[in-house]
Each structure stands twice: as structure tokens, then as C-alpha cells.
């Protein structure tokens, strides 16, 4: 069963998914759902009414809790971590049972996200719109924008490269994504987020011109190096990995060399939204 995994945006807060290819369902993760009905930013306090609501409903011998799944969705450290999910149809009926005014704002809002991907299979020019229009209202320029989906370009043409050649699992993509940025950036991906100031957000999202450069840099020259040496499996594309976020790491110091400024900044550029 093929799985995409994602995020998606309510009101400027993430919401993990992953879409099921077969079924052609997103599946959200229900604690961020929980999370922005009751209005708590605090992950763990979400989680701890997630789980006492999730007692109740069992008592009560609601099929609510049953209809959820255990999905492999990107956590607070980097790290893939199963998590309950649940299709729109479920996370609908679950909505009921927790008081909030966002609840009718949120059932839209579900509603439209079901149907944006179905749209999208049939015509993909839509999903790179609806994410063009998502960097207009942070307030990104053209430039910026260009750049950002040049990189995601390049990104997928990589992940391409790791599922064609028996890097099947997303915590493995995670695993040759980390070494990439910590060999480019000096920092992990967690520490780049650290840095910045980021929970769930796409880190991608809330860089800076150079950063994104140098992203692109290193993912491009890792697939490169990977094709000449025809790397299979995990333990074969680490190598790519160190080589290619090397080759952007030497461009990355001789630009600060020059410069006297540093590539990888603080600034999360949330200044921007409106």
C-alpha cells in the first residue's frame, strides 16, 4: 500500500497526513486535530486529552475509537513514530464529542482537504498552486517562491532515486535526509528547527534564500553522486549522502569566507505571515 505523507495547513497551524493511495483517503493525525480544537499549543497536554477522551469513548462503546489507525507520521524529534489516525469521515463523527467553537470551521475545513487531493491526482498543477498561494500569504516574494519550489523539485527527484533503488522505508528517508543537512549545514535537522524556533512546521518553509541554495545544492549533488555509483539500499546511499552534503558544505564556507556572513541563521521569518 503506497503511502504520501505530508502536512497540511489550518490556520496557520500543521496538520500531519498521510494519503492512501489505495483507498484514496487522507489520514490525519487525530492529537493535532485534538490540539486545535481545544486550543492547547502544548503537544503532550493534547496527547493526555486525546487519550482520556479516547477512554470515555471506548466506555461509552463508541466505534470512533475503533475506526482509528496506527499510522507512521513524522514526530517532534525527526524520527517517524506511529501515531492515531483517522480518515475525514471518522475525525468528522470525533469532532462531536469535543466542545470547541472551532469545531464547524474545522469540519470545512476537512471537508475541502478531502476533496483538494482528489483534484490534485487528476490535475497536479492544482497542489503547486494551492502551495504557491501558501508562500504569497507568508508574505514570500517570487523569488523566493521559485527557489523554494526549484528545491522541492530536486527533492523529489531524489526521493525518486532512493524508492527506485531499495530505500523503501520513510524513517530510512529520514535517516539519509539527516546525515545530507548535517553534512552541509553542520547542523541536524532537529537543530536546525531548534535554531529556528520550529515544533511541526516544514523547515523548508521558514528558510532563507542561501539556505534553500544550499539545500538544493547538496540533495542535487547526493543523487548525482548516487546514480555514478549506482547505490542500493540505506547503508549504500549513506555514502552519497556524506559526499553530496560535503559538496555544498566547501561551497557553503567559501560563500561565509567571502562574505563574513553565516549561511545558516536564526531568523524563522514568521514575520512575514499575515
Excluded at 492544482?126 to 523554494?148: C, F, H, P, T, V
Excluded at 531524489?158 to 548535517?182: F, G, M, P, R, S
Aim: net charge positive; proline share 1%; hydrophobic share 35%.
Amino acid at each position: 500500500m503506497k503511502k504520501e505523507k505530508g502536512l497540511a495547513i489550518f490556520e496557520g497551524k500543521n496538520i500531519r497526513r498521510v494519503w492512501d493511495e489505495k483507498k484514496e483517503l487522507w489520514y490525519f493525525s487525530v492529537i493535532d486535530i485534538i490540539a486545535i480544537l481545544t486550543e492547547q499549543i502544548e503537544y503532550n497536554k493534547a496527547k493526555t486529552y486525546w487519550t482520556t477522551l479516547k477512554n470515555r469513548l471506548k466506555n461509552e462503546g463508541s466505534e470512533v475509537v475503533t475506526k482509528c489507525d496506527q499510522l507512521k507520521m513524522l514526530a517532534q524529534d525527526d524520527k517517524m513514530r506511529e501515531t492515531d489516525a483517522a480518515d475525514v469521515e471518522t475525525l468528522l463523527r470525533l469532532i462531536q464529542s469535543v466542545p470547541s467553537k472551532k469545531a464547524e470551521p474545522i469540519k470545512l475545513w476537512l471537508a475541502r482537504v478531502g476533496y483538494e487531493r482528489i483534484e490534485e491526482i487528476s490535475d497536479p498543477e492544482k497542489a503547486l498552486n494551492r502551495s504557491r498561494d501558501y508562500w504569497q500569504k507568508m508574505g514570500r516574494s517570487k523569488e523566493w517562491i521559485q527557489q523554494r519550489m526549484m528545491g522541492q523539485e530536486i527533492r523529489n527527484k531524489l526521493t525518486d532515486y532512493w524508492k527506485n533503488n531499495e530505500v523503501e522505508k520513510q524513517d530510512e528517508y529520514a535517516i539519509l535526509t539527516n546525515i545530507i543537512h548535517k553534512e552541509w549545514s553542520d547542523f541536524s535537522v532537529r537543530e536546525h528547527k531548534n535554531l529556528k524556533k520550529l515544533k511541526t512546521e516544514n523547515l523548508r518553509d521558514y528558510m532563507s534564500d542561501a539556505e534553500l541554495v544550499f539545500t538544493a545544492l547538496a540533495e542535487l549533488s547526493t543523487r548525482q553522486i548516487a546514480e555514478t555509483l549506482e547505490s542500493k539500499g540505506l547503508e549504500e546511499n549513506k555514502i552519497p549522502a556524506k559526499k553530496g552534503g560535503r559538496v555544498a558544505k566547501n561551497a557553503r564556507l567559501e560563500l561565509e569566507k567571502k562574505t563574513g556572513k553565516r549561511v545558516v541563521v536564526e531568523n524563522n521569518f514568521k514575520k512575514l505571515k499575515i
